[in-house]
């Protein structure tokens, strides 16, 4: 898998209007979903996640308004990366 297979991966689980209010949860299925998704692509490598949210990832999956745009970039705000295409 690829940077960007992964991250559309990730972000699959936040639609507009959904709250994810139990973050450890939700980065236990991302983590899965990984692994399960790298194993159905056949991979050839050892699998192993290590699934690191920061307090960004958080707040946009408890952010009703935010959706996760395809063609996300990742930005510089005041010495913080901010991996969302609408950041606030």
């Not at 973050?23 to 692994?35: H, N």
Request: proline share 1%; aromatic share 12%.
């Amino acid at each position: 898998m690829d940077n960007e297979q992964i991250l559309h991966k990730i972000w699959s689980y936040k639609k507009k209007g959904q709250v994810h209010s139990d973050i450890r949860s939700l980065c236990g299925k991302i983590t899965d979903a990984i692994i399960k998704y790298s194993m159905q692509e056949k991979t050839k490598d050892n699998v192993s996640v290590i699934f690191i949210a920061f307090k960004n990832f958080e707040d946009k999956m408890k952010d009703p308004d935010f959706e996760y745009k395809a063609f996300a970039k990742c930005t510089t705000i005041k010495d913080k990366y901010d991996f969302s295409l609408n950041a606030k």
